[in-house]
């Protein structure tokens, strides 16, 4: 990955290894992935479907924190820099809060696209992947595709947009234009209506939110929120199967981000 450089973005790829071990996802590492369809984008929403009845986990709660745990928090780990990028976070989370979902997406998009630049977890955190909280990834001012996604999907449930609505959904990326074989491991953040909608993309390497059957160069491998593990044709498993996510959580608790 090149740091601050989305057009040479390369994604380090090990948190997209560790998906064998949610067994039985597929092995997302693809010499050739598939040509992108609506229907594959429209099967991984459709997968919801099944989710009530299986109640996997408790009723998705509203995203909350306590605001002065966070500032001494992020004070005392990254000093004043961290401190201010934190008071803009809040001040965008406040100035989005009662708009539009129109106006809401592109603000969240746009935020975190520019507060961070794109950097190698092997170089923020001396390990292969390390999925950062909003706080950590504010901090250091950089993050990879997951941090960017983790960092819109807590700031859009804060501003009040439905937990059910938002998936974490890991792809591969074309690199190299239409025709190249070339691909990488990615995660984007959608925005679905309903569980049987074309979602909405939000992407670290392009700030235009496009509909998934415009995004030609992605094509889905599995999703997950706060509520499940997607995959399509298959029922949602548990998210707490994925041990990065627990771990986010527990360290986000520790940070002052409730419940």
């Given at each position: 990955?090149?740091?601050?450089?989305?057009?040479?973005?390369?994604?380090?790829?090990?948190?997209?290894?560790?998906?064998?071990?949610?067994?039985?996802?597929?092995?997302?590492?693809?010499?050739?992935?598939?040509?992108?369809?609506?229907?594959?984008?429209?099967?991984?929403?459709?997968?919801?479907l099944g989710l009530g009845a299986l109640r996997l986990g408790p009723p998705a709660l509203a995203f909350d924190f306590d605001t002065a745990r966070?500032?001494?928090?992020?004070?005392?780990?990254?000093?004043?820099?961290?401190?201010?990028?934190?008071?803009?976070?809040?001040?965008?989370?406040?100035?989005?809060?009662?708009?539009?979902?129109?106006?809401?997406?592109?603000?969240?998009?746009?935020?975190?696209?520019?507060?961070?630049?794109?950097?190698?977890?092997?170089?923020?955190?001396?390990?292969?992947?390390?999925?950062?909280?909003?706080?950590?990834?504010l901090g250091r001012g950089a993050g990879d595709c997951e941090d960017y996604v983790i960092g819109k999907?807590?700031?859009?449930?804060?501003?009040?947009?439905?937990?059910?609505?938002?998936?974490?959904?890991?792809?591969?990326?074309?690199?190299?234009?239409?025709?190249?074989?070339?691909?990488?491991?990615?995660?984007?953040?959608?925005?679905?209506?309903?569980?049987?909608?074309?979602?909405?993309?939000?992407?670290?390497?392009?700030?235009?939110?496009?509909?998934?059957?415009?995004?030609?160069?992605?094509?889905?491998?599995?999703?997950?929120?706060?509520?499940?593990?997607?995959?399509?044709?298959?029922?949602?498993?548990?998210?707490?199967?994925?041990?990065?996510?627990?771990?986010?959580?527990?360290?986000?608790?520790?940070?002052?981000?409730?419940?």
């Amino acid at each position: 990955m090149t740091t601050g450089s989305r057009a040479r973005y390369v994604h380090g790829g090990p948190a997209f290894d560790a998906a064998p071990a949610l067994s039985p996802l597929p092995r997302p590492l693809l010499p050739r992935p598939p040509r992108l369809s609506r229907r594959t984008w429209l099967a991984l929403g459709a997968a919801t479907l099944g989710l009530g009845a299986l109640r996997l986990g408790p009723p998705a709660l509203a995203f909350d924190f306590d605001t002065a745990r966070l500032q001494a928090g992020m004070q005392s780990r990254y000093g004043a820099k961290g401190a201010q990028a934190l008071r803009q976070w809040l001040e965008m989370l406040q100035q989005q809060t009662g708009k539009p979902l129109a106006q809401q997406l592109p603000g969240v998009n746009q935020f975190w696209n520019r507060a961070v630049v794109q950097a190698e977890d092997s170089v923020l955190w001396s390990q292969p992947d390390y999925w950062a909280t909003p706080v950590e990834t504010l901090g250091r001012g950089a993050g990879d595709c997951e941090d960017y996604v983790i960092g819109k999907y807590f700031s859009l449930l804060r501003v009040g947009v439905a937990a059910e609505n938002l998936r974490l959904i890991y792809v591969r990326a074309r690199m190299g234009g239409i025709g190249s074989t070339q691909s990488v491991a990615h995660m984007v953040l959608g925005h679905y209506e309903s569980p049987t909608a074309e979602p909405l993309v939000l992407d670290s390497m392009v700030d235009t939110i496009l509909p998934a059957s415009q995004r030609k160069d992605l094509t889905p491998v599995f999703s997950f929120n706060a509520q499940g593990v997607y995959v399509a044709g298959a029922q949602p498993s548990p998210v707490d199967r994925i041990t990065r996510w627990r771990d986010l959580l527990a360290r986000m608790q520790q940070e002052g981000f409730l419940p």
